[in-house]
Each structure stands twice: as structure tokens, then as C-alpha cells.
């Protein structure tokens, strides 16, 4: 089991940065990939950053201003910058378990972006 708690949401004005952090606690030896989500009002919950072995991922969306980054130990984190009205939305840490697949997610922190 793995446990992700978000923190660092809140009010921002356009233009404007917040990073997101996630704290990871549990099985953490088990975990293949972490990431951001994100799900604004009436919409789909929709992917805004992973990494894994691989590399890191992003959608087009916010391509050059968000990063994820980790501390290698049980902390991941979302920078976001030049935010705009439409980055509003509760962002979720996710984290995936090998070989299983098995999905985490945290109870998610809400980022609103207006002035």
C-alpha cells in the first residue's frame, strides 16, 4: 500500500507560480512512476505530468511551465508557472505500483487561478 498527501494548493493570479508537493509514505520500494492529475469542474480528470524510468511526460497544455521533480526519497513535486485561469482545478499525486499496475491517488489540493 501507498499512501500520497498533497499540499501547496491556493489562490494565485495569472502569471503567477505555486508548487505543488506530494509526500509519500508506505510501500515506496514498490512504485514504477508518480504524477500530477488534475480535474477541473465538469471535466475529466486529465494527466499533467509523470515521470518514471523513462523520462519525464507532459501534455502540450502546460509543456514548458510545469516540472515535476522528486527528492529520490518519498517527496514529489509540481511547479507550476505562468499559470492561467484554465490550470483551475484540483490537482491529484499519483503513484503506480509494479508489476501489478496497482493505482494510488491522494484526496487531491485545489489550485484556483483568477485575479
Known amino acids: 500500500q501507498v499512501q500520497l498527501v498533497e499540499s501547496g494548493g491556493g489562490l494565485v493570479q495569472p502569471g503567477g507560480s505555486l508548487r505543488l508537493s506530494c509526500t509519500a509514505s508506505g510501500s515506496l520500494f514498490s512504485i514504477i512512476s508518480k504524477g500530477w492529475y488534475r480535474q477541473a469542474p465538469g471535466k475529466e480528470r486529465e494527466l499533467v505530468a509523470t515521470?518514471?524510468?523513462?523520462?519525464t511526460n507532459y501534455p502540450d497544455s502546460v509543456k514548458g511551465r510545469f516540472t515535476i521533480s522528486t527528492d529520490n526519497k518519498n517527496m514529489v513535486y509540481l511547479q507550476m508557472n505562468s499559470l492561467k485561469p484554465e490550470d483551475t482545478a484540483v490537482y491529484y499525486c499519483n503513484a503506480e505500483s509494479g508489476p501489478s499496475g496497482m493505482q494510488y491517488w491522494g484526496k487531491g489540493t485545489l489550485v484556483t487561478v483568477s485575479s
Open positions: 515521470m518514471s524510468r523513462d523520462g
